[in-house]
């Protein structure tokens, strides 16, 4: 896997070249002369002490705090996976090429697609930052990572990487991820500590909803530990049941979502309706066959067998609302 950081990415567009793909895309017209003239006769100027330098223009970058910057730049970076090999996953100015290793042919398919992307930089003028692009290798055991070159300079291998505010390990565990949740939840805690010592309850308790319950659940349905040494770490910020069984609800409610078409995830990609009748209920999985331990442990497997344990009432609820009050009672009584 090749994890690639862009330049200044939102502030490097250039203006001639996206009014140029979005004419390819077909916006043409009164829409392209409306975004010609948001992006031009833009200025930027430096104030020190009230005086001011002279206003130069800007001919690069899209807006940033409007609504239509990010959409600009997505369209502008929306043909970097084309004629790649490669898996491409783009999220904002977060790039990451994935390829399956078996072979010397696979590792130079992926050490192409970097030469192609230099390529595709030099055209559209959105330059990567080499020193803070990397590799990982992806393995259940001690990976051997390979040797890739992006920009001149040799990749450096890491053994793991925050992707879009999750650790990812090359190892498939998630201690990184564990050990950096618990760091930030325990830091903000103690400033709540330090600073609230003697409001009432009610404002601690709200100060502890808004800023360390977010630490220990953003994606949490990814990352959801099974090793007890890693559920009695996250424990310690929370009690043991009630996190427990909140990150089992945001695990069930994302199966929810893919079987009503609540988000866009094919659930059919990844599990099948099991079409035998059962006692609990007629939406039943069928379970994922694994070896590994690791991948027993992760979202599908471990979240399916929750899935067909649910009773009826739950799993037919009407609403991911109902759906998710219905699991409260569940759990908690």
Same mark, same amino acid.
Request: aromatic fraction near 10%; charged fraction near 20%.
């Given at each position: 896997?090749?994890?690639?950081?862009?330049?200044?990415?939102?502030?490097?567009?250039?203006?001639?070249?996206?009014?140029?793909?979005?004419?390819?895309?077909?916006?043409?017209?009164?829409?392209?002369?409306?975004?010609?003239?948001?992006?031009?006769?833009?200025?930027?100027?430096?104030?020190?002490?009230?005086?001011?330098?002279?206003?130069?223009?800007?001919?690069?970058?899209?807006?940033?705090?409007?609504?239509?910057?990010?959409?600009?730049?997505?369209?502008?970076?929306?043909?970097?996976?084309?004629?790649? /090999?490669?898996?491409?996953?783009?999220?904002?100015?977060?790039?990451?090429?994935?390829?399956?290793?078996?072979?010397?042919?696979?590792?130079?398919?992926?050490?192409?697609?970097?030469?192609?992307?230099?390529?595709?930089?030099?055209?559209?003028?959105?330059?990567?930052?080499?020193?803070?692009?990397?590799?990982?290798?992806?393995?259940?055991?001690?990976?051997?990572?390979?040797?890739? /070159?992006?920009?001149?300079?040799?990749?450096?291998?890491?053994?793991?990487?925050?992707?879009?505010?999750?650790?990812?390990?090359?190892?498939?565990?998630?201690?990184?991820?564990?050990? !950096?949740?618990?760091?930030?939840?325990?830091?903000?805690?103690?400033?709540?500590?330090?600073?609230?010592?003697?409001?009432?309850?009610?404002?601690?308790?709200?100060?502890?909803?808004?800023?360390?319950?977010?630490?220990?659940?953003?994606? !949490?349905?990814?990352?959801?530990?099974?090793?007890?040494?890693?559920?009695?770490?996250?424990?310690?910020?929370?009690?043991?049941?009630?996190?427990?069984?909140?990150?089992?609800?945001?695990?069930?409610?994302?199966?929810?979502?893919?079987?009503?078409?609540?988000?866009?995830?094919?659930?059919?990609?990844?599990?099948?309706?099991?079409?035998?009748?059962?006692?609990?209920?007629?939406?039943?999985?069928?379970?994922?066959?694994?070896?590994?331990?690791?991948?027993?442990?992760?979202?599908?497997?471990?979240?399916?067998?929750?899935?067909?344990?649910?009773?009826?009432?739950?799993?037919?609820?009407?609403?991911?609302?109902?759906?998710?009050?219905?699991?409260?009672?569940?759990?908690?009584?």
């Amino acid at each position: 896997m090749a994890i690639l950081d862009f330049t200044k990415a939102f502030d490097k567009v250039p203006h001639k070249r996206l009014i140029h793909k979005l004419k390819y895309y077909g916006i043409t017209g009164p829409i392209s002369s409306w975004i010609e003239s948001f992006l031009a006769e833009r200025t930027q100027q430096v104030v020190i002490n009230g005086s001011a330098s002279k206003p130069i223009k800007v001919t690069s970058g899209v807006p940033q705090g409007t609504v239509l910057g990010p959409l600009l730049f997505l369209l502008y970076i929306n043909d970097l996976p084309n004629n790649l /090999t490669s898996n491409v996953r783009l999220f904002a100015d977060d790039c990451l090429l994935y390829q399956p290793i078996k072979s010397d042919n696979d590792i130079s398919l992926l050490q192409n697609d970097l030469i192609k992307l230099e390529e595709w930089q030099n055209t559209w003028l959105m330059k990567f930052n080499p020193t803070k692009c990397f590799t990982m290798t992806l393995a259940s055991r001690k990976p051997t990572p390979n040797i890739y /070159t992006f920009c001149g300079q040799q990749l450096k291998s890491v053994q793991s990487h925050c992707y879009i505010g999750v650790q990812i390990s090359n190892t498939l565990n998630w201690t990184a991820q564990c050990n !950096s949740v618990t760091r930030k939840a325990q830091q903000t805690l103690g400033v709540i500590r330090r600073n609230l010592n003697k409001c009432p309850t009610h404002i601690k308790s709200i100060a502890y909803t808004t800023l360390v319950r977010p630490i220990l659940e953003y994606a !949490s349905a990814s990352w959801d530990p099974h090793c007890l040494k890693h559920i009695k770490t996250l424990e310690r910020i929370q009690r043991q049941a009630a996190r427990f069984s909140r990150r089992k609800i945001k695990r069930l409610s994302i199966i929810y979502k893919m079987e009503h078409n609540l988000i866009d995830i094919p659930l059919d990609h990844y599990i099948q309706h099991n079409t035998r009748t059962s006692r609990k209920h007629d939406s039943q999985f069928l379970q994922i066959r694994y070896s590994a331990n690791i991948f027993g442990s992760s979202f599908f497997p471990t979240t399916i067998k929750e899935w067909n344990s649910l009773p009826s009432n739950t799993v037919s609820s009407k609403s991911l609302k109902s759906f998710q009050n219905s699991l409260i009672q569940h759990f908690y009584n």
